[in-house]
């Protein structure tokens, strides 16, 4: 790499150079270094330097922005957030450190943690008002149907906490998403399934209080299961950040153009529903469920390999790690443990798992393609143990993840370099012509 006194950039004045032989014509571009990782060619003069755009749809190596929330390594499947790496956290922090650490600088002394606690605990409740928006769905109606609707309704709630400039604010509406996700999901569950809906409780943590709007009623008591509690905030850590997925993406998209939180994270919601993306969990156990028995893995593995067949194997492959991930192998550990701790000696589901997983990592295709299992590969086994119905699976990842949004949210809002997204294109449609007269067409 040549250093030039005309790049400077991220501390660095090393540039790359491209050389247009349409034009004979070369030009710099700056290099910038990030703390690990990859460095970034810096191109936003390319258009002013050479007339040409970049192309690189679904942007497989493109950097939308700056961040020092999440770094993925995907060909050494490493995931850490802030310095710290997923596997440590899963086993010495939980899920409340982490999303005070995503929206601070750091984890949380003892006080820090007692107080951001008390603050998500006592905004878990939602406007009695907004519980008119279920009965506008049909019972049957998926659950994220309903989280992309009433998410995106609580702007009209909350005004006094949209204005995106005003920092305090900011804070206001990350607690109040991280607070209210869980309530809202639970909601939409005991919607659709008739039963009324179960108030938050200031006494139990955030995992225990999201499993008892799941799962009490108000005839009885419900002791949560501790075991389940921690498998749940388990899963809700493993799924907070992961950089600039499309979901995250999205919210980032849809809040560069100062629309408020609430509406940028329904952006994000929506899409997180796909089965390419966050609907990958309930996914794969609908899939286990109808590979039925391990005997019919390889009529599955060969549909999977089919490059005339459309099915894909759900839970494997990954955009960025082409390597196992993280995420996936603590989900696998924990699926043992909570098996045994709930006293589930035989679960079929894990043993196609396992056992799929066994057959793809040692076939050509898979290893020749990378395709290792991903964070949805054993979170549904998990969450069936716990008694989760399948379509709250990525509503769950929906609840999780609404940390990594507002937190990417917020730090784009508070970078002074942030601008509208506006991706351009390759024009290949018609060049100009007439209209011709409607009778001689
Ligand atoms: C998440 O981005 C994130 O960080 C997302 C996420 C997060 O935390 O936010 O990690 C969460 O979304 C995890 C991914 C969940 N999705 C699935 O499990 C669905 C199944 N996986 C695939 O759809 C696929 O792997 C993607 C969409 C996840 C990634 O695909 P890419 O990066 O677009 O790569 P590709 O589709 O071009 O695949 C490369 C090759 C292709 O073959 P060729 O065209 O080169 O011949 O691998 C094949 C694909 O056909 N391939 C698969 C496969 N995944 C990719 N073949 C069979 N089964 C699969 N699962």
Redesign the pocket.
């Known amino acids: 790499m040549a250093k030039s006194p005309a790049a400077n950039s991220g501390g660095s004045n090393e540039y790359v150079t491209l050389t247009d032989h349409s034009t004979g014509k070369s030009h710099d571009f700056p290099l910038m270094p990030g703390s690990t990782g990859p460095k970034v060619i810096n191109i936003g003069k390319l258009y002013g330097q050479t007339g040409h755009f970049t192309y690189d749809p679904?942007f497989t190596c493109t950097g939308a922005c700056e961040s020092k929330l999440t770094y993925i390594d995907g060909e050494a499947g490493i995931l850490m957030h802030k310095g710290y790496m997923i596997e440590d956290l899963a086993e010495h922090s939980d899920y409340m450190e982490l999303c005070y650490m995503l929206l601070n600088d750091d984890l949380p002394n003892k006080a820090e943690k007692a107080e951001f606690v008390k603050i998500i605990t006592e905004h878990s409740m939602i406007h009695e008002q907004l519980k008119t928006f279920y009965d506008g769905f049909r019972r049957g109606a998926h659950p994220m149907a309903i989280m992309c609707g009433v998410v995106g309704a609580l702007s009209a709630f909350y005004p006094d906490s949209i204005d995106i400039l005003d920092p305090v604010q900011r804070k206001i509406t990350a607690h109040r998403l991280v607070a209210k996700m869980p309530t809202i999901g639970a909601m939409a569950y005991k919607y659709s399934i008739g039963q009324p809906f179960i108030y938050p409780r200031n006494d139990l943590t955030y995992a225990e209080n999201f499993l008892h709007m799941m799962f009490a009623v108000p005839a009885a008591e419900y002791p949560v299961n501790p075991v389940v509690a921690k498998a749940m905030d388990r899963i809700f850590l493993l799924?907070a950040d992961?950089?600039q997925?499309?979901?995250t993406s999205t919210v980032r998209l849809a809040g560069s153009t100062g629309a408020n939180p609430f509406a940028s994270v329904a952006a994000g919601i929506a899409a997180l529903w796909g089965?390419?993306?966050?609907g990958?969990n309930e996914a794969v156990i609908n899939m286990l469920a109808e590979i039925g028995t391990p005997d019919r893995i390889p009529e599955y593995v060969d549909k999977?390999k089919d490059?005339e067949d459309e099915f894909?194997?759900?839970?494997?492959?990954?955009?960025?790690y082409k390597n196992y991930d993280p995420r996936a192998k603590v989900l696998q550990e924990s699926c043992h443990e909570v098996l045994n701790a709930l006293g589930i000696e035989h679960e079929p589901l894990l043993d196609i798992a396992v056992q799929l997983e066994e057959m793809a990592l040692k076939d050509e295709y898979f290893i020749e393609?990378k395709?290792f299992p991903?964070?949805?590969f054993y979170s549904g086994i998990i969450l069936k143990a716990i008694g989760m119905p399948t379509t709250m699976f990525t509503v769950l990842f929906a609840i999780a993840r609404t940390i990594g949004w507002i937190a990417q949210w917020k730090e784009m809002i508070e970078d002074p370099t942030q601008k509208l997204g506006r991706p351009r294109q390759l024009y290949t449609g018609a060049t100009e012509r007439s209209v011709v007269a409607l009778h001689k067409r």
């Open positions: 679904g799924h992961h950089e997925n499309a979901s089965p390419a993306h966050g990958a999977a490059p894909r194997l759900f839970g494997f492959g990954h955009r960025v393609k395709l991903n964070v949805d």
